[in-house]
């Protein structure tokens, strides 16, 4: 089994680590909370339209997100934005 170094932790990564845990709990909460205050309204009814809206929605979502995510890649794989890095070491060729 290996070693996942957890007694090298200092007490700053602890502290982090125990807050980062509390806000999960607290995430976590109230997302079942809000999901058993809308079980009051869970009669309404959505029409024809509204399943299109929301199809239609979610597709265009995933569109622009995977098209944003594909230029940021070969963007970054062509080098385009090593230009704009004023910290990097410009290479002679």
Known sequence: MRNLGLGNLGLGQVILIAALLVMLAIAAFGIG???DATNGVS???MDENGWIALG???F???LIGCGLMALMFFSSRRGYGDAADPFRKKERK
């Open 43 to 45: 009669d309404v009814a």
């Open 56 to 58: 239609l929605g979610s």
């Open 33 to 35: 909370w809000a999901w």
């Open 60 to 62: 265009f979502s995933l």
